[in-house]
């Protein structure tokens, strides 16, 4: 299996390395990850499962920057855990999104729910921006001197970082609740490079 994957991972422009919330990073994990090291293969992190009893998106999260890379950086937290997940908050945007309907099919954008939520989604807001605007001088200027960087820039930045094996940004959800999936794929679109980003 290893060779296979090893032989898969010489060809692939980017991948989505997908963790279980209740169990994080796994010996797997850690093979897979360092043969995607060695062929320098752009990723981005989902941490699935999340509906799952004794899942913790924190503690995955935690096991990645420890066992993975420092470079892992929270694109989103959950609102809730196990059976109840109710939905995520965008960091970037500062948007929550709730999944309704038998398979979440139904994403729809509301209000950040409590206070306290909106609280902790603003102090890891801060440290993704600074995450990202470490890695370009302009950004950086701008918000030194207190100025709000555009969400547009910051994902050009950030694509530009993840394609460079600087930054890996991860996501969260439940793929068989279709919870949070949309936005892991947007992920893709967004940050893994396109063919004409790659050597040949």
């Not at 995955?60 to 892992?72: D, G, V």
């Not at 609280?119 to 370009?136: C, P, T």
């Not at 394609?163 to 967004?190: H, R, Y």
Request: net charge negative.
């Amino acid at each position: 299996f290893t060779v296979e994957v090893e032989r898969s991972l010489r060809v692939l422009d980017g991948g989505v390395v997908v963790f279980d919330g209740v169990a994080g990073v796994e010996p797997q994990s850690e093979t897979v990850w360092r043969q995607a090291e060695k062929y320098s293969v752009p990723r981005i992190c989902f941490i699935n499962k999340l509906d799952r009893l004794g899942a913790s998106f924190e503690r995955s999260f935690q096991s990645i920057l420890e066992r993975l890379t420092p470079h892992a950086i929270r694109m989103q937290i959950p609102d809730g855990e196990e059976d109840q997940l109710k939905g995520v908050i965008n960091l970037l945007e500062m948007t929550y999104y709730i999944f309704e309907g038998v398979h979440g099919e139904k994403v729809t954008e509301a209000p950040i729910p409590s206070e306290e939520l909106k609280k902790r989604a603003e102090i890891l807001r801060a440290e993704l921006v600074e995450k990202i605007v470490e890695q370009d001088e302009e950004a950086m200027g701008m918000y030194l001197e207190g100025k709000e960087v555009p969400v547009e820039q910051l994902k050009k930045i950030l694509r530009k970082a993840t394609i460079a094996n600087k930054l890996v940004p991860v996501f969260t959800g439940s793929a068989l609740k279709n919870k949070g999936v949309q936005f892991m794929l947007d992920g893709v679109n967004d940050y893994l490079p396109a063919p004409i980003d790659c050597p040949d």
